[in-house]
């Protein structure tokens, strides 16, 4: 039966009919193929400032200034003019050319010191109390001295995250680091998820756990790392402390001049080689893997030799990348080269996924980026790699390979043209772990209501070059027409 896809016949429509349960704000959604941009205004006046996003329920636009050390926030004011045909840029009046009549600034606050810089990549959005993470740091030093840090990683003086409620831009908390790194650019070295937040320490190869109280203080919760339980360095402290009492008493038993028996005395050495807590997880687990892969024991030493020992070393440099979390208790940790670690494009490098239990503190499973299995979780549990708070409003309706069939076909499609498919693979499971709150829940990149061309424009937060030709967004239901353009130039 034919339907009209007016404004007015679907307000009529919703009044009279219920839909399907638990489709009630996907059948709102199709209000934006009515309610679609077909205005631009060129040369605004705007501040001199640097814009960062509006946040997804839109209720601040976040700025920065251009010496780095302000944070600006404003308050769009919605719909300001109308016209009443097509509209025309003429029919407008001139102050509708000034920034000032779309929005409202609340307030201006001095967020870095002197010698620390706001950095313009970074910012997350607690949706739930309306508060905001931002990060300020010093400059990045190569030529820090290791001090028990990975080699080859830079030190950043300090950096400090800032907890503000954007209501009013009172600054709740602080959390610094100290002659550390962590990757701020795009949010890839934090993640936030429901109240908790971790941290990634790429020098010190540490997962800090925060957890974002109702009253705006930054707790911690836990450090994965070096340890991974609570008392992981008093149990290890008290056994080297009991060690060292040990071989001290052996000492004393010794003859007084024990030059004579060719022994010489010297004080027991307390400096301990162990390897982190979360890298004896890992290669355990790697080590019970091959072991139960061969039931047969003259089989199962072969294979050890083949797989464990002889890329034992390979094991052991793996630092972490990146994490996000996968539920309140699992961690997605992503382990690589500490090349691959402190560059932007970590593409070229071979790099490994372990899902990480923070509660039982074991490795719950671990993949190659070039793992087929891996990538059929992907595929078809796209939406599980984007955790998101379990009270958003909006983050949960991101268009998905796992939930929109459109989405689905265009990957298919690109894995069908692909020349090799362990290449595909690769470069699918690159993005994993999602960078936090990096995709737009515009309903204008809800597939199932719009069709774009990707490589010009997507949800995904990035900064993209502009194109000589407009962005076109045509409706997915028939009749298939363009509905409006993105022009990203004045010369149309």
Known sequence: MFRRHNVAARIFD????????????????????????????????CPDHLYRKITEDGQYLICFSRNHQDLIVYRPTWLSYSCKEEC?????????????SFFSQLYCVSLASSNELICKDFFLYMESNQFGLFATSTTQNHDAPVGGAVQGVPSIEKITFHLLRLE?????????????????????????????????????????????????NLVDIRAIGTFCREDDELFLNSSTQSMLSHEK???????????ENGLHQSEPSSDYCFLSGIKQRLLSFIFRGIWNEEPDQALRVQSLKKKFYFHFQDY?????????????HHLLIKFGSVDGGVSRNADQHPAFFAVYNMETTEIAAFYQNTADELYLLFEQFCDHFHATA???????????????????????????????????????????????????????????????????????????????????????????????????????
């Open 249 to 259: 008493g052996k000492l004393h038993q010794l003859p007084e001049n024990p030059v």
């Open 168 to 216: 009013d831009g009172v600054v709740l908390d602080q959390k610094c680091f100290h002659n550390d790194f962590i990757n701020l650019a795009h949010n890839m070295g934090v993640f936030l998820y429901d109240d908790l937040l971790a941290i990634v320490s790429i020098r010190y190869q540490t997962i800090h756990i925060l957890q974002i109280r109702d009253f705006g």
């Open 14 to 45: 919703r009044q009279i009919s219920t839909v399907a349960p638990g489709t009630s704000v996907h059948h709102t959604r199709r209000f934006y193929e009515n309610l679609v941009p077909n205005c631009t205004i060129y040369e605004v006046e």
């Open 390 to 492: 379990r009270n958003s409003l909006y983050l949960n309706f991101i268009s998905s390979h796992s939930n929109n069939m459109h989405a689905r076909e265009q990957l298919r499609s690109a894995k069908n043209k692909a020349s090799s498919s362990l290449q595909f693979v690769k470069k699918m499971l690159v993005s994993l772990p999602f960078s936090c709150q990096s995709q737009s829940p515009s309903p204008y990149f809800d597939q199932s209501l719009f069709r774009f061309d990707e490589k010009l424009i997507s949800a995904t937060d990035r900064h993209r070059q502009s194109t000589d030709h407009p962005i076109k967004f045509i409706l997915r239901r028939p009749p298939n027409t363009l509905k409006f353009k993105i022009k990203t130039g004045q010369d149309w």
């Open 88 to 100: 025309n840029t003429n029919d407008l009046p001139q102050k509708a050319k000034r920034f000032e």
């Open 316 to 328: 052991v440099d793996l630092v972490i990348w990146k994490v996000q979390f996968l539920d309140r």
